[in-house]
């Protein structure tokens, strides 16, 4: 019995966190169209329609492209952190092995950290880029 009232809120609050996002992606659309399209819009300025038209979506893009980039960055390194060779290299710093050997385990473990923060940064590169692409374009 438990079980199902378990369940029953786990979809609830499933639902609730997809009406918060829901409302939130409405909110900034309602902003987009009745705050920014519709005034150049009635002002007449179709170039600047035309900017904001390729501009604002570049800006969403740019937006998504951080934050999943901040996740794959956080989720990698927390993969690193549990790998075999780091431990082993944690240890070697832990035990104060010789000055070459803790001087080596270090080295490894930090070239292993940049390789796993490669991915997530780069996306979250890509998206400044697609964001001060966008910005560019909507402030022309």
Not at 42 to 59: E, F, K, N
Not at 68 to 77: A, E, I, L, N, S
Request: aromatic share 12%; charged share 15%.
């Amino acid at each position: 019995m438990a079980r199902s009232s378990s369940k029953s809120e786990s979809q609830w609050g499933k639902w609730v966190l997809v009406g918060l996002a829901a409302l939130f992606v409405g909110s900034i659309l309602w902003s987009i169209v009745f705050e920014t399209m519709l005034p150049l819009w009635r002002a007449g300025d179709w170039w600047s329609i035309v900017y904001h038209l390729v501009g604002i979506p570049l800006i969403l893009a740019g937006t998504v492209c951080i934050v999943y980039g901040g996740f794959v960055f956080v989720r990698d390194t927390f993969s690193a952190m549990s790998g075999d060779a780091i431990r082993a290299n944690v240890a070697i710093i832990n035990e104060k092995s010789s000055k070459a050997d803790v001087s080596r385990a270090r080295r490894e473990n930090f070239l292993a950290l940049l390789r796993a923060w490669r991915p997530g940064a780069t996306w979250m590169v890509a998206g400044f880029i697609l964001i001060a692409l966008g910005g560019f374009l909507i402030n022309l």
